[in-house]
């Protein structure tokens, strides 16, 4: 487990802690990886931990760069040319507890967007599955289609359909 730190898309960062991903390491094929399940519409398959190679899968184009001693920052694309920084990261390793507090805060705090906001989203095989206050995006192989909701039930009647979710 290690911590990263989400880019606010104006040059700054995040606490630490505010997200956690994982380097992988298969000691029998001398590979590490870099593997993310909850950081919404970013690489579904892992990453190869090597800086500064483009790679692809069916959400985009990422590349890992070196940003300082044991630093690193998860770009990304959607056209293999303009990267963005997702998050910062160090490759030191952290235990659970070391993310309780921010956990806690993206929970119950009233400055969190998790708690401003209603969003549920899903990896799919071929893109991901996203639901947020006034829109669904369907994301397959790259492409987007949004729809935006009209009405309040529609949020409900999606939540049901694309998640098996019933309030």
Request: with cysteine; aromatic share 12%.
């Amino acid at each position: 487990m290690i911590s990263a730190r989400v880019s606010d898309g104006k040059g700054g960062w995040g606490p630490e802690y505010d997200h956690m991903a994982l380097i992988v390491n298969f000691d029998k094929k001398g590979k590490t990886y870099l593997a993310d399940v909850g950081f919404g519409d970013n690489f579904i398959s892992p990453l190869l931990f090597e800086t500064e190679i483009i790679q692809k899968d069916d959400a985009g184009f990422f590349k890992i760069t070196k940003a300082g001693d044991d630093e690193f920052i998860l770009m990304n694309s959607a056209d293999e040319i303009d990267f963005n920084e997702g998050y910062k990261f160090k490759t030191a390793e952290r235990q659970w507890k070391d993310f309780e507090e921010m956990n806690e805060y993206q929970q119950t705090s009233e400055n969190s967007h998790f708690t401003k906001n209603r969003i549920c989203s899903i990896a799919t095989a071929n893109g991901r599955i996203s639901l947020s206050n006034t829109k669904l995006t369907l994301t397959k192989s790259g492409e987007k289609k949004i729809t935006e909701l009209s009405e309040e039930k529609d949020f409900d009647k999606l939540l049901s359909e694309y998640f098996q979710i019933k309030l």
